[in-house]
């Protein structure tokens, strides 16, 4: 089933309690602060109906069409038609949109690689992965994630302070468990559902525990409590902060104040094994999606920073050229990253196509590591005028419009209003408090830096380095314990030995 925008808008009218700004919201989904982004994922819903656009965004698979973005992976094809899909997406709402659900679903396929896994811990809750994937195939929920707590003091155990830092279970009943605590979830006041889980935890030797618990909640259960943070949208004119008013996607702190969670919604409980195992693969296909929304904001700071200096005409420059240049470069890293990781692509566990895991989370790292730097850049090149701009009103009112219009008119193709606007543009893209939202956003929404980095430790491939020095520098078999390598193992070299024509020729 693929649902329309209006089926998604009724969906989240269930009655949720939410609160913005010191108000408690009657109808999220028209008030103001939500509405912009409500509108966008009901917009994606609709373009899998609409003639013109269905074909991109649905994907028929065992005889059912489904959402694009909810579709299991099983063939680097998929990975193109998801990317396709994502790009029209961004396209045609004309800005950048992160937590709307084809990137956090992915979280879901990770489950079903670790089932196997998950049900040598404990069997009893294996069948429930399962129902859940093909209930997010079926029903098209809009999908969030749910991992931070509060936390409180990490120098302590969640047992020796308020135990409610930390989302925990509080009683088992007959219909299922009892939860307390609270999460921060982007998207969550206008979503559907959210895969719960623990944050990345320090267990110590404790193989069960009441806080190692990970289900899907229905965003709509009794007992939740949603206070955003004050939303961008309608603080001041759209004409001035064109991004803040269209593309912010409110963050939520989710309070579960003993809500009841049916058993059939449980995925693990008290074994903190599953919940590290859980933790080390949760990114492996939702991090692409994440990724190509930054290879998005790559384009956009290039167009800005380009426009601006072709304007001006500093664009002549060497220098400015190298700037340019150095936005590209990211740009084109970015767009290796994801492509190389669809066409090494790597079987899962579970017989899925994933992207390659190496070059993903090395690209992810890219992508949000060096952000701020290429923010900069672009700042640097659209000048001082950004900030000192006045607003569209300033450009109208009769006293100022004429000084404002000479010393905004650049020539005969830059008149005083595109180059306004230009200005406007590229001040919500880089210096806004919505720019440093985003930045922030990119920084944290998969977890923190650290993550980051640990996720490529973990995947990078150690062995083929190791194995060229140890022949490199005649080093005894020794120095690798009990492994032997062949040089040339990494995933990359497989692909030159199969796929060049070389390789084709010798096979
Ligand atoms: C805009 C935005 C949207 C978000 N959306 C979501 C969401 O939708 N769902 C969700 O679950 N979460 C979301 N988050 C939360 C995000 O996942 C957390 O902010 C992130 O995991 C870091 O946790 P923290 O904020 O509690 O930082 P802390 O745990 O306090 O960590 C702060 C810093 O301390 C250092 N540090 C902490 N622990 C370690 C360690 N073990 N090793 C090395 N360094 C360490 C790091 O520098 C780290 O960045 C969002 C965050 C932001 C900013």
Not at 2 to 22: A, K, L, M, P, Q
Not at 141 to 168: I, Y
Not at 362 to 371: F, H, K, S
Request: net charge negative; glycine share 6%; charged share 20%.
């Amino acid at each position: 089933m693929i649902r329309t925008g209006t089926e998604y808008r009724d969906s989240i009218r269930d009655g949720r309690e939410v609160y913005v700004n010191g108000e408690k919201v009657r109808d999220v989904a028209t008030h103001p602060m939500f509405k912009p982004l409500v509108d966008i994922r009901a917009r994606i819903h609709d373009m899998a109906h609409d003639p013109a656009t269905r074909d991109v965004m649905t994907v028929t698979q065992n005889g059912q069409t489904n959402a694009i973005g909810n579709a299991l992976p099983y063939t680097q094809a998929d990975w193109w038609a998801k990317r396709r899909a994502t790009d029209t997406v961004l396209d045609a709402v004309g800005g950048i949109v992160t937590r709307v659900g084809d990137e956090t679903v992915g979280e879901m396929w990770s489950l079903l690689d670790g089932a196997e896994a998950l049900a040598a811990i404990d069997p009893q809750f294996a069948p429930n992965i399962k129902a859940h994937i093909a209930k997010v195939l079926q029903a098209d929920p809009f999908h969030v994630s749910a991992n931070t707590d509060p936390k409180g003091d990490r120098s302590k155990a969640p047992q020796d302070q308020d135990p409610d830092m930390l989302l925990h279970v509080v009683k088992e009943t007959d219909a299922g468990i009892i939860v307390r605590g609270a999460k921060y979830e982007t998207a969550a006041a206008y979503a559907n559902q959210a895969f719960t889980k623990p944050t990345i935890a320090n267990w110590g030797d404790a193989a069960l525990s009441d806080y190692a618990v990970g289900f899907i909640c229905d965003l709509g259960a009794p007992g939740l409590k949603f206070i955003c943070r004050t939303g961008f949208a309608t603080r001041a004119q759209a004409e001035d902060y064109p991004l803040s008013n269209r593309f912010d996607e409110v963050d939520t702190l989710v309070i579960f104040d003993n809500v009841l969670i049916p058993w059939e919604n449980v995925l693990f409980y008290r074994h903190t094994q599953a919940a590290m195992h859980i933790r080390a693969t949760l990114h492996r296909y939702s991090a692409f999606a994440f990724v190509q929304r930054s290879l998005k904001l790559a384009d956009m700071l290039i167009g800005a920073a380009l426009f601006n200096v072709r304007q001006t005409g500093l664009d002549k420059l060497q220098p400015v050229q190298e700037k340019l240049a150095q936005l590209a470069v990211w740009r084109e890293s970015l767009n290796a990253h994801l492509t190389a990781a669809i066409v090494l692509g790597e079987r899962s566990p579970a017989g899925l196509m994933m992207p390659n895991q190496s070059l993903l989370y090395a690209g992810r790292v890219l992508a949000c590591g060096q952000l701020h730097e290429m923010m900069h850049i672009a700042r640097d090149l659209c000048g001082g005028q950004i900030s000192l701009t006045p607003d569209a009103a300033s450009f109208r009112h009769p006293d100022t419009a004429p000084w404002l219009e000479k010393y905004y008119t650049i020539n005969d193709e830059w008149g005083a209003e595109d180059r306004r606007k230009l200005l406007a543009f590229a001040r919500d893209l880089l210096n806004s408090d919505y720019a440093g939202h985003r930045l922030s956003f990119q920084m944290f929404a998969q977890s923190p830096p650290f993550a980051h980095l640990s996720a490529v430790y973990r995947n990078f491939d150690w062995d083929g380095p190791l194995s060229l020095v140890k022949d490199a520098a005649g080093l005894s078999d020794r120095v690798l314990g009990a492994k032997t390598l062949t040089p040339g193992d990494s995933s990359l070299s497989k692909w030159f030995a199969t796929e060049t024509p070389k390789g084709k020729a010798a096979k």
